[in-house]
């Protein structure tokens, strides 16, 4: 599957952003999608993630409660809704998905797209 990212964008602190993740190729809804970032200097971290059906979804714990993850298989997309968004969480936004099951590790996710740059200032 071949993803595109796109939403990101500056946005000031408190403020909200929607990033979109576009599937193409094989069959989307057989997919567990999930969300990562990463911030300049650091490791790449889990943010968010969510079954195929769009059962079950976990979070990050510090995202948790500003964030919410979601996908419209009928679209071929996933979604990720940031609200309170907090400079900490300035970062390149990277969607990814898998076959294996629902994951917060990155090694599990076969695929990736290119990121998406996320800006919040203070």
């Known amino acids: 599957v071949q993803l595109q990212a796109s939403g990101g964008g500056l946005v000031q602190a408190g403020g909200s952003l929607r990033l979109s993740c576009a599937a193409s190729g094989r069959i989307f809804s057989s997919y567990v999608m999930g969300w990562f970032r990463q911030a300049p200097g650091k490791e790449r971290e889990f943010v968010a993630t969510?079954?195929?059906?769009?059962?079950?979804?976990y979070y990050a714990g510090s995202v948790k409660s500003r964030f919410t993850i979601s996908r419209d298989n009928g679209k071929n997309t996933v979604f990720l809704q940031m609200n309170s968004l907090k400079p900490e969480d300035t970062a390149v936004y990277f969607c990814?998905?898998?076959?294996?099951?629902?994951?917060?590790?990155?090694?599990?996710?076969?695929?990736w797209g290119q990121g998406t740059q996320v800006t919040v200032s203070s």
């Open positions: 990814a998905a898998t076959l294996r099951g629902i994951s917060r590790i990155d090694s599990a996710y076969d695929s």
């Open positions: 969510i079954t195929s059906s769009g059962g079950t979804t």
